[in-house]
């Protein structure tokens, strides 16, 4: 059973930056894809972008694309959320996922076996 651990929210101003990161412990098996996902208050969980493990190959949410950027440190068995031009409504828990089947990358909460807590993360002036 893979354990994800999730840390780097915060409070953050109109665009601002933050960086998330998230590791993955206790399975020796690789991910095939690392997904990060947000769910703000009174909203379905949505998502915001994954990279493939092997090939690094990210895809992004377009509501995201161009601001945030999703990378990894194998060595570490960790993926990071570097996301930039923060807005309000970016506001929500965002979550790490990690799909362990060989198939092709999904962009549904489905899609994905393991997750972590979620680390809380505000945009507010």
């Known amino acids: 059973q893979v354990q994800l651990v999730e840390s780097g929210g915060g409070l953050v101003q109109p665009g601002g930056s933050l960086r998330l990161s998230c590791t993955a412990s206790g399975q020796t098996t690789s991910p095939y894809t690392m997904g990060w996902f947000r769910q703000a208050p009174g909203k379905e969980r949505e998502f915001v972008g994954f990279i493939r493990w092997n090939s690094g190959r990210p895809m992004y949410a377009n509501s995201v694309k161009g601001r945030f950027t999703i990378s990894k440190d194998n060595a570490k068995n960790t993926v990071y959320l570097q996301m930039n031009g923060l807005v309000p409504e970016d506001t929500a828990v965002y979550y790490c996922?990690?799909?362990?089947?060989?198939?092709?990358?999904?962009?549904?909460?489905?899609?994905?076996?393991?997750w972590g807590q979620g680390t809380q993360v505000t945009v507010s002036s």
């Open positions: 996922a990690a799909d362990h089947t060989p198939k092709d990358a999904g962009t549904r909460a489905v899609d994905f076996d393991s």
